[in-house]
């Protein structure tokens, strides 16, 4: 059973940065598609960012140009750098890991709370 363990939300001001880590659990880390959603109170859980186990990567368009989605497979860790945060950002973000007809699995979610 993989296992996802998230870190590094918090409190930012707007304009702000975080960056959020992802750590997993196994030894096919290089082969999992992994992937960051969010989930806003009231709102449907979205996908943020993604990343292939070819490194291809595809993105919401609210945050093009400012989320940055990257994988070290050295560390079995996924990382969503997060920058010029705004209030709209705020939500529970989950990571999600997927090996294609294997499993499809979640992280308990880290509070982002950008706020002044």
């Known amino acids: 059973q993989v296992q996802l363990v998230e870190s590094g939300g918090g409190l930012v001001q707007p304009g702000g940065f975080l960056r959020l880590s992802c750590e997993a659990s196994g030894g096919l880390f290089s082969r999992y598609a992994m992937g960051w959603y969010r989930q806003a109170p009231g709102k449907q859980r979205e996908l943020v960012a993604a990343i292939t186990s070819g490194h291809s990567t595809n993105y919401a368009d609210s945050v093009k140009g400012r989320f940055t989605i990257s994988r070290d497979n050295a560390k079995n860790t996924v990382y969503l750098q997060m920058n010029s945060l705004k209030p709209e950002d705020t939500a529970v973000y989950y990571c999600?890991?997927?090996?294609?007809?294997?499993?499809?699995?979640w992280g308990q979610g880290t509070q982002v709370t950008v706020s002044s």
């Open positions: 999600n890991a997927k090996l294609a007809g294997i499993f499809d699995t």
